[in-house]
């Protein structure tokens, strides 16, 4: 079943490398699997924090608090137009040819403090969501539709 004004777009999709610096590469497209993303860093380490999905709205309430921060810096893999943070787990939704499955709602992590000491308090709610993929292995790209589902 799909919400009313819940499709979207894939605006941005990130990687993080293999480094000391956990360096996020700005991508045009990744391929998942119930492992998460493939070449992350955190690929095949935790099936429940798979693949962290944020939105636009996150970025746009960080500016609006004079807080100047970089797409990507959240640590999502896929950054989209509609806002899935209403979602709960077991939720689902359609990225391209792609079902993923809600999981949890993202933590807080003090990494966000050592971008601004006000963004763990500002975006308490608003940071992402993970999700697990319940469909075969596939690519996702930029510009892909984003359909949030109920189960």
């Known amino acids: 079943m799909i919400r009313e004004n819940t499709t979207g777009k894939v605006l941005k999709l990130f990687i993080t490398k293999e480094n000391h610096a956990k360096t996020r590469e700005s991508v045009q497209k990744i391929t998942v699997d119930d492992k998460g993303v493939r070449n992350d860093k955190f690929y095949a380490k935790d099936p429940h924090r798979a693949i962290l999905i944020t939105c636009i709205s996150s970025y746009e309430l960080s500016a609006e608090n004079d807080i100047d921060i970089s797409y990507g810096s959240l640590g999502e893999n896929i950054l989209i137009d509609v806002s899935p943070y209403s979602l709960v787990t077991g939720d689902r939704l359609n990225i391209g040819n792609i079902v993923l499955e809600i999981t949890q709602n993202c933590t807080l992590c003090n990494g966000l403090s050592t971008l601004n000491s006000k963004l763990p308090k500002l975006l308490k709610n608003d940071r992402g969501i993970f999700?697990?993929?319940?469909?075969?292995?596939?690519e996702i790209n930029v510009n892909d539709k984003v359909e949030i589902l109920t189960h």
């Open 131 to 138: 999700a697990k993929v319940i469909s075969n292995s596939w």
